[in-house]
């Protein structure tokens, strides 16, 4: 029963979050906010609605481990498993603005997860400079959007457009339909994490490391792989950093916030470094060579992947 409650959770959220943002950039749209800023907030920050809603569902239900848990094996997959696979399949080109930018703000990020996990707790006030952060980002992506007018961030928009032409009516019903699945879906996926944690005897924080962790990976999973296949890798690298900027500041952020967060010993003797690591060993890789992160890249990050994974459960 657990594993149906785990994956009908799963489900719910991939496809509720897919309603919340199509109709809030509707929503958005419609109301004629400029697309550069609709891709930079609503469509990025929707997309991050099902970790956000499981790590707040798992904290509220007194699961702080699996909130934690997520958002470091989330980041960890993001790297070490989705850009290695999608690395092995097609070469990624690596922007300058990456190098300049997005990878140092993921460091920062990192970072800050670091500082607030000193004492292995994330206060409220912790979670609220996470916050201040995440929208200093925001107003800096869009700032730079508008310069250089990024063509990743309004093909994401196009996406949406569609949706403009919609009434406001049918949006707003999406928007509902979107958070009162995110809501259930989010139970349900928390609670069989937590179960199959309980029977197999394992903490709720190696179940969130690895399983929920890896749930809510596939959808970026997915996406990177048929582009690879397609040969359009070129937004990977952006969105997967962008993504575990988003988790660190958005979803652990919004998290503590609503309720400060427990932190296990082993997240700061093990699984930060880990995250960290696998961030930091991203730069040498994009440096090296002229064909940005290739396959024997994308194979060494794999390798680094399974040996976090042996590292946890083993």
């Not at 800096?140 to 406001?168: C, G, H, T, W, Y």
């Amino acid at each position: 029963m657990e594993y149906l409650l785990l994956i009908l959770g799963l489900v719910f959220l991939v496809v509720s979050g897919e309603f919340l943002v199509r109709g809030a950039a509707g929503i958005a749209l419609k109301s004629d906010i400029p697309p550069i800023i609709v891709g930079l907030t609503v469509v990025s920050i929707g997309t991050s609605a099902p970790e956000l809603f499981a790590s707040v569902n798992a904290a509220l239900s007194g699961n702080p481990g699996l909130s934690v848990g997520n958002v470091l094996g989330s980041n960890i997959a993001n790297l070490g498993l989705v850009l290695a696979i999608t690395a092995m399949i097609y070469p990624i080109p690596v922007p300058k603005s990456m190098l300049r930018f997005d990878w140092p703000v993921m460091m920062i990020a990192s970072i800050a997860f670091l500082l607030a996990i000193i004492n292995l707790h994330i206060a409220v006030w912790e979670g609220i400079v996470m916050l201040v952060l995440l929208c200093a980002f925001i107003l800096i992506l869009i700032r730079k959007a508008r310069k250089e007018k990024k063509a990743a961030v309004l093909n994401d928009v196009e996406e949406m457009s569609a949706f403009q032409s919609k009434p406001f009516s049918l949006l707003a019903a999406f928007i509902l339909i979107g958070c009162v699945g995110l809501y259930f879906g989010s139970g349900w996926f928390v609670d069989g994490a937590s179960q199959i944690a309980k029977n197999f005897g394992v903490s709720n924080h190696i179940v969130g490391v690895t399983v929920v962790a890896f749930g809510t990976s596939v959808p970026e999973l997915a996406a990177s792989i048929i582009a690879a296949f397609r040969k359009q890798t070129d937004i990977s690298i952006g969105n997967l950093v962008g993504s575990n900027i988003f988790n660190v500041l958005a979803v652990l952020g919004t998290t503590a916030v609503i309720s400060p967060l427990e932190v296990e010993s082993i997240v700061l003797t093990k699984d930060i470094w880990w995250m960290i690591g696998i961030a930091f060993i991203i730069l040498p890789m994009m440096l090296i060579g002229k064909n940005g992160i290739n396959r024997w890249k994308g194979f060494l990050l794999l390798l680094a992947y399974l040996g976090y994974l042996y590292a946890v459960l083993v």
